[in-house]
């Protein structure tokens, strides 16, 4: 290689993400200039189009450490992306393409969102996995449609947290040899050196997870190369072990702490360059000869995919490619979607596995699985066969790996990915739900044990306070369906949906009720399931409760109080809806009462009281629970009655 021309062209990167920072007096050149060697080289293996992010058989690269968007948009301008020098200078600013963390869906050529460390980790073992499987329905011996590599570059941050074992685990175990993780390994943390908390052997640790590891000087332009070689030739993931320094150039500022997270100044600055041979006092400086060779990643990207669509219309191939095309393009009319009798019990994770078989039957993109829960869970993809040729994908007991895997799945491009645990262990992948929702990813997460209805699991396994935390969050809808054929409604919508979805379901039975609606759809997130004439109270109620509220109402009608019932399976859709479309269906004239065993509070939105839990949960049957906590048709009409005289 043209060692030369590398450290140009690498210094090219240091510079441009150092006065990114300085300009915007903030983020982090440590990691940026620590890493512009390894991604000099990278760049000469990478196949991608920058005129076209969304090309499906590009390599994927994900910046596990969020906060090196110095270089990341350094190398996403330098390559060609639609992203101009004007964008690195409003590098942090409001409304630019440029953000201190890279969004999905905001830059052209992010591939994923990152923030929290160790979920891009994660994610690149999502887009790894979805590639084997569109391989498996694609491929031929003789046909590689889906034939490319996906590159994680991480630090000591993302290798110290939890998900990044369990990812790396999972990616151990299903042998994916399309996944090379960079490893940034400069020994350094905010506080000082890694050995003030961390002392693994991190070699040891991935061969014990069935990786194959190579170790390198990370500054050194033909080890760099010749590990990017040999991890193409290896039959399991790969981890590079890549020794640095961070911020490298710096001057004395490298190799320490503080250039972490801090400008470096523009006195340091001008004198790095100065050393480096590039001008002192300007800044966003890019030598010619540089960008032309960073560029040759445009004319190699388009070559590339020209001869990828070449390929898929050659006779042989025709299969292959209709095979794609149904892939990328879900027939939802062709879901058989299931019926269930009126009155039938049927527990909401028993309906939500009928509706997971039959979407998955119709749609080639679905699948999924759980964290060692599918029995319980309902979510078994019957006769489907197992990941990666078959649908149905063991995670192990990882739930925030898990979550973070479905989420790189999903940003892959043409998989809808569903994702399964009990509803209290939730708190478990939250923060990989918050990165689904800001990034508008098509992920669905199934959460059956919705409530007390659990029962003697007790407390521990009782959520409480969980529909409310995911009712915050924006850009995400929580789905509690009534019923088998509300469940239903739900799934309609949230395919449909431009955002990720979550389905919290029943362990105990609930009877089907009439098909017959007052006023309203499911499909718009709450409806008037029972209208009286002369209402003066409405109850309001999700889930198991709703039920319960139907026959308080006809309880309520013997004592002479006309009461409305009011079904939201989506609290945050129906909340979307026009106000003449809410006000129709909670009369504004009525008082209204909502019924929900979890915490609640969202309901004061609505409501003018709410029965809700203010407590944990407890050990016992779950009919005890219900009564014990107030939640019986009883104590519903004795609530309605005190709301009425009042």
Partial sequence: MDSAMMKKMADTIRFLAADMIQKANSGHPGAPMGLADIATVLSEHMVHNPNNPKWLNRDRLVFSG??????????????????????????????????GHPEYGHTPGVEITTGPLGQGVANAVGMAMAAKYCANLVNTETAKIIDHTVYCLCGDGDLMEGISYEACAVAGRYALDNLVLIYDSNRITIEGDTSLAWTEDVRLRFEAQDWKVLEIDG????????????????????????????????LEMQGSHESHGAPLGEELIARAKEVAGFPAKE??????????????????????????????????????????????????????????????????????????????????????????????????????????????????????????????MAAYGPLLPFTATFFVFSDYLKPAVRVAALSGLKHFFVWTHDS?????????????????????????????????????????VALQADRPCGFVLSRQKLKTLKKKIDYGAPEKGGYLIKRREGATLTLVATGSEVMTALKAGCHLEEKGVMAN????????????????????????????????????????????????????????????????????????????LEISAS
């Fill in 283 to 408: 800044s966003f400086y890019v030598p010619d000869d540089v960008l032309a060779r960073f560029r040759c990643a445009v004319e190699k990207g388009e070559l590339a995919e020209r001869e990828w669509r070449h390929l898929l219309k050659q006779t042989p191939y025709i299969e292959q490619n209709e095979a794609l095309a149904r892939l990328e393009n879900p027939d939802f009319d062709a879901i058989v979607w299931p019926e269930f009798e009126e009155g039938a019990e049927v527990a909401t994770r028993d309906s939500n596995g009928k509706i997971l078989n039959a979407i998955a039957k119709a749609l080639p993109g679905f699948l999924g699985g759980s964290a060692d829960l599918a029995p319980s869970n309902k979510t078994e993809l019957k006769g489907m066969g197992e990941f990666p040729k078959g649908k149905n994908i063991h995670f192990g007991i990882r739930e925030h790996a898990m979550a973070a895997i479905g989420n790189g």
């Fill in 66 to 99: 969020g906060h090196a968007t110095g270089l990341v948009y350094s190398l996403l301008y330098l390559w060609g992306y639609d992203i101009s020098l004007e964008d690195l200078k409003n590098f942090r600013q409001l409304g630019s393409k440029t953000p």
């Fill in 452 to 492: 007390i209805g659990v029962g003697e699991d007790g407390p521990t396994h009782q959520p409480i306070e969980h529909l409310s935390q995911f009712r915050a969050l924006p850009g995400f809808y929580t789905f509690r369906p009534a019923d088998a054929s509300e469940n239903v409604a739900c799934w309609k």
């Fill in 565 to 640: 019932v009011v079904s939201v399976p989506c609290f945050e859709l129906f909340l979307e809806q026009p106000r003449s479309y809410i006000d129709a269906v909670i009369d504004p004239a009525t008082k209204v009462l909502a019924v929900e065993a979890a915490s609640g509070l969202e309901w004061y939105r609505l409501a003018d009281a709410v029965m809700r839990m203010e407590s944990f949960g407890a050990s016992g049957k779950a009919g005890d629970l219900f009564k014990h906590f107030g939640f019986t048709i009883d104590a519903v009409v004795e609530r309605a």
């Fill in 219 to 250: 500054h050194d332009y033909t080890q760099i190369d010749n590990a990017l070689k040999e991890a193409k030739t290896v039959d399991k993931p790969v981890l590079i072990i890549a020794h640095t320094m961070i911020a490298k150039g710096a």
